[in-house]
């Protein structure tokens, strides 16, 4: 698995805490950067065949048909893309013009991501995104005409003042579209946005967490009855649809992550690059951490509960040995007596009306 962070963007969400500039004078050589990281990294993973590639941001939809050839050019001097590879292009709407589109088809990507977030024009304002509805509409529809037919979308709930009709009319207009995935957040308050500090002046207040557990039931009730499966807590999909990449993570698959900010984890160790475009230009410095057993139980429990399949117990007791497996057993107990867990084929899962609460449980069973 490989992921490349393009961390420019052409304005700033107010919610927003990921790592990007709004200044692009770096791009060019932001780009040539890369291609040497993946050089330079290339034997961080254990065999050199990519399954995935995503291209994550920021917003990787700034790149141009020259930067991804040479981004490209270099993944494949050093790797193998596995045919079958999924190739991921998480996109800003109001970028995926005609002939935007007609690029992507040409550089192989053959899934992309499209931030949305939702159909109401104010909510969107609000949010300073930078399309509305219509354009979102449009850019799904333009993605589909040129042949694309495994579309994402991202889509944000509990904002304030957002109601729950405003939010079924959004669900609505995304079943409508006809993906194949969904994603859908809970808007959350990160330090240091301006989102935040609106909230901490009180010129905006949270919805009431009634009112979000509505909105992500309303969410849940209508995908599920459209087709799609629930298979982790934030995303939806058709089928087969589920995202190849992120279930790696959920899985603790091995992966590389280049560009500034980017993590990576090969099973031992994690770590993540600078997050400074010029630092990283400089010397791709970045800080490692090497799992302790603690850590890899909480990693397995909290990642893999995240996820339809759930915790598979021999797995965590071959991993993580008997001890740790009866801790994880007897801090479920009362989950499981109150059904909001359940254990079927030796896996331990949350159950479908519990999933609100599942960051409450998964800390529950966490280690200190
Ligand atoms: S486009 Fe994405 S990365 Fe950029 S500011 Fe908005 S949410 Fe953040």
């Known amino acids: 698995m490989l ?27 932001y780009v040539d950067c ?15 065949q990519l399954d995935t590639i995503y291209f994550g941001g920021g917003t990787p939809s700034l790149l141009s048909e020259n930067n991804f050839e040479r981004i490209f050019n270099a993944i494949k001097e050093n790797f193998v893309i596995k045919n079958s590879a999924e190739i991921t292009l998480e996109c800003n709407p109001d970028d995926l013009t005609q002939n935007y589109i007609s690029v992507m088809k040409k550089i192989f990507f053959n899934r992309v991501s499209v931030g949305i977030q939702s159909f109401n024009d104010s909510e ?15 850019a799904v529809q333009n993605l589909q005409r040129a042949g694309f037919s495994n579309i994402s979308v991202d889509l944000m709930f509990g904002l304030p003042k957002q109601t729950l009709q405003s939010w079924e009319n959004t669900v609505n207009e995304a079943i409508k579209l006809d993906v194949q995935h969904i994603s859908a957040y809970s808007l959350s308050y990160e330090k240091g946005t301006k989102l935040e500090n609106l909230r901490k002046s009180g010129e905006i207040s949270e919805i009431s967490e009634e009112n979000s557990e509505k909105m992500f039931d309303l969410l849940t009730q209508k995908l599920q009855n459209a087709g799609f499966e629930h298979y982790e807590i934030s995303n939806y999909c ?46 791709f410095s970045y800080e490692k951490e090497i799992l302790t057993p603690k850590d890899k139980y909480n990693e397995l429990v909290f990642l893999s509960l995240r996820t339809k399949n759930g915790l598979d117990l021999q797995q965590l007791k071959e991993k993580s040995g008997v001890e740790s497996y009866d801790f994880c057993l007897s801090c479920a107990e009362k989950y499981l007596a109150s059904k909001k ?8 899962k949350i159950n479908e009306n519990a999933v609100i609460i599942s960051d409450l449980i998964m800390s529950d069973l966490m280690k200190i």
């Open 124 to 138: 969107l304002r609000f949010l300073n995104r930078r399309h509305n509805a219509q354009t979102a509409k449009k």
């Open 341 to 348: 867990l359940f254990i079927t084929d030796n896996h331990l």
């Open 3 to 29: 992921y490349i962070h393009v961390p420019f963007c052409k304005s700033r969400c107010i919610y927003c805490s990921f790592f990007s500039s709004l200044k692009h004078d770096f791009k060019e050589k």
């Open 238 to 283: 058709k089928h087969s649809f589920h995202s190849r990449h992120n279930s790696g993570y959920w899985q603790m698959a091995d992966y590389l992550g280049v560009g500034a900010a980017a993590h990576s984890f090969n099973g031992v160790s994690r770590r993540w690059n600078v997050a400074d475009i010029e630092k990283y230009c400089s010397n």
């Open 34 to 48: 890369l291609c040497k990281e993946i050089a330079e990294r290339k034997g961080y993973l254990p065999n050199n």
